[in-house]
């Protein structure tokens, strides 16, 4: 239930009385009371009226009977206090996930590089998408989980030619492929011989030469295969299903080019074919071109997430496209969607948003990394954790929810001394709040019954406020694509609980008080484990 939103609509017609027009109550969690209305300010001021006068007709002209008191404070403030019996009854209800019809929404995270380990840089993508993934979902939206992995390109000339040359190619595995790809880059950057047969292979890959196929498939299953390892262990919800690497654009290509062009939107540069957006400036001025075709007639990775646009659009029957990828790439995303729009792809039905966010920093405030200045590995990183951790779930669960918990827009520091305190706002208090519930229920064996709630302390009406901000919580990180706002309500709700807990003995009191404390402890329980499992967090019985 939001309280909220259930507040507002009942007001809205006593503002819209008094104003002769709509108004929005502009309800709002307040320190004052249960909720707040700062409308009556504005409303005052367009009005010419006194603030103090409009809100007695506002207040006069509300119907909130059987959901809350009104009053006025200050110069025009409305207090709203929220009737125990009402929210009693609402507390002993549990949310359930909004019914299937709401937009189709392709969702494109993780995108690892094919023949290269995961590091930490894929860890944000992955972990933000899939919470995103999952909150959509129980909002009633239909989720199309796309993988779109790096696996063609140049680099992969380089690979092949270096398997084909040194013969690890012939063997079943093709071994450390992060080994593979380090060396054939000391090669290609010291032997032009080398140079020269790496780019003619990836001639040959692109033309369909089977030899250079085959190997390129290997190297694609291989690295499949460890990124999926990497998703087991993270509990993320991406299947082999969903990878669509771009090799997957290549064949649309060329459709790409020929469509803009028709439309007028290309143009030569230094060889090269550019559209250029209005709006979008280089450092000095000049117009800042969207590179579509190179100068040697190769495609980047504009054309191929131009062709994901169109694809997604034509073909998946998208509503709304979503990119969860770094900061970095804003402008990048802000130009191909103004050009896919140009272009007629991206029509006025159809939005497409870049989902940023911000880098991890290691405790000296710098992009984490290892001494020796590489990248973290994602699966060192996730040992580490094991290992630290008193289980893999709440080593885990310490890594996901310092980021979720984060505003994705922002750098964040990994420090695992504060990520694993089972204390303060991190995932393994979570992870306790809910053990000692169950412990608790596990104690009382078999005399565990539910009752009637009730709420006779200020804890226990404290605590049914914090459960019915739950489905408010949810639809802010939904539509906000914002997930630490579920992170720290989880948080406030955990603390919630800790008051009552301390305040309100639950299997000390007996009869109809300890029946309806247990209902407080379980839909507690109950909100907690779906609101970690939204965020992709498992819960262990015990810590």
Known sequence: MNLEALLAARLAGAFGAVAGRPVDPAVRVSQHADFQSNAVLALAHALRRPPSEVAAEVVAAADLSGLATISVSGPGFLNLTVDDDFLASAAAGFPEPQPAGGERIVLDYSGPNVAKEMHVG?????????????????????????????DWGTQFGMLIEYLVDTGEGSGHSLGDLTRLYREARVRFDSDEDFQRRARLRVVALQSGDPRSRELWRRLVAQSEEAFMDAYHRLGVTLQPDDFVGESFYQDQLASVLDELRAK???????????AFPPGFAGREGDPLPLLVRKSDGGFGYAATDLAAVRYRVRELKADRLLYVVGTPQSTHFAMVFAVARMAGWLTPEVAAEHVDFGSVLGTDGRMLRTRAGDSVKLSGLLDEADARASSQAVGMAAVKYADLSSDRRSDYVFDWDRMLATTGNTGPYLQYAYARIRSMFFRAGTDVVFGPVSLGEPAERALALALLGFEPAVQAAGDRREPHRLAAYLHDLAVAFSVFYERCPVLRSDGATRASRLALADRTARTLEQGLTLLGIELPDEM
Do not use: F, P
């Open 122 to 150: 894929n860890l944000r993508s992955t972990i933000i998408g899939d919470a995103l993934a999952r909150i959509l979902e129980w909002q009633g939206h239909e989720v199309v989980r796309v993988n779109h992995l790096g």
């Open 264 to 274: 007028g939107l290309l143009v030569q540069s230094d060889g090269a074919l550019c």
